[in-house]
């Protein structure tokens, strides 16, 4: 085990077991060094990474801080190894996103308020009004995403944030079939928003899993090239 791995575990550890707990100062460099047996630079580098993972934040001027460690945000940073799959890999976290999407649904159409129903309703009048696929993604992102906020869970909104910001890097739309494919698309969005409207549960559930089968049907047919400037 290196230097910075034996320093980075020896955090995580202080972590997990609430030695270091949430919101807290972690001690100083010296006292962590002597403590671990390792380097002030192999030290700093475990912080840098636990930082990346949204662990630990460095306060300028202040210190370094254990975060808050809110569920979503720690699942947030699963982006910078999901970020690394192919569209191999990514079809195979579809099966895992069917259930998840379809049970988030299920839980909107339960918790459904008129906000949301009138947010999901404008959201998919602006997907019809707009010609520009990235646009067009941004807005079905947002759609997916009102309908995660309104589930009332936001761990789980944001595990498929992730899922989702992995496939929107590839561009079904912009495929010479790419219109036919959209119009269903926003035909299955209105199936779905009608069924949160309806406030009917096992609806919502039924309409997400058919929209999430449906776009990795198009993904294994068509695998479509990363469109690198694709927003995350």
């Known amino acids: ?9 020896g955090l995580r550890h202080m972590i ?17 060094c002597e403590e671990l047996g390792v380097s002030r ?18 306060r300028h001027g202040s210190g370094t801080y254990v975060s808050q460690l809110r569920p979503e945000d720690i699942i947030g940073s699963l982006s910078l190894t999901l970020e690394l799959l192919p569209l ?22 339960a918790r459904s308020t008129p906000e949301t129903v ?14 520009d696929p990235t646009e067009a993604s941004d807005l079905d992102h947002r ?34 079939e790419g219109e036919q494919m959209r119009r269903k698309s926003d035909e299955d ?3 779905l928003a009608t069924a949160i409207a309806d406030r009917d549960p096992r609806a ?13 049907r198009w993904l294994r047919a068509f695998m479509p090239p990363m469109e690198e400037d694709s927003p995350a």
């Open 41 to 58: 630079g192999s030290l700093r580098e475990a912080v840098r990474m636990l930082a990346a993972l949204g662990v630990i934040e460095p």
């Open 189 to 191: 969005h209105r199936v």
């Open 1 to 9: 085990m290196s230097a910075v791995d034996k320093a980075f575990h």
């Open 118 to 131: 009138r947010e999901l309703f404008a959201l998919i009048e602006a997907m019809d009004a707009t010609d």
């Open 16 to 32: 997990a077991t609430g030695r270091l707990s949430a919101g807290g100062r972690i001690p100083p460099e010296g006292e962590l």
């Open 143 to 176: 759609f997916h995403a009102a309908i995660a906020t309104a589930a009332g869970n936001p761990a789980l909104g944001s595990l498929l944030s992730v899922f989702r910001a992995r496939s929107r890097k590839y561009q079904i739309f912009t495929l010479p």
């Open 204 to 216: 919502a559930a039924g309409a997400a899993e058919a929209h999430v089968a449906q776009t990795e």
């Open 88 to 109: 191999s890999g990514l079809l195979e976290v579809y099966e895992i996103r069917r259930v998840l999407e379809s049970h988030v649904a299920a839980q909107a159409a």
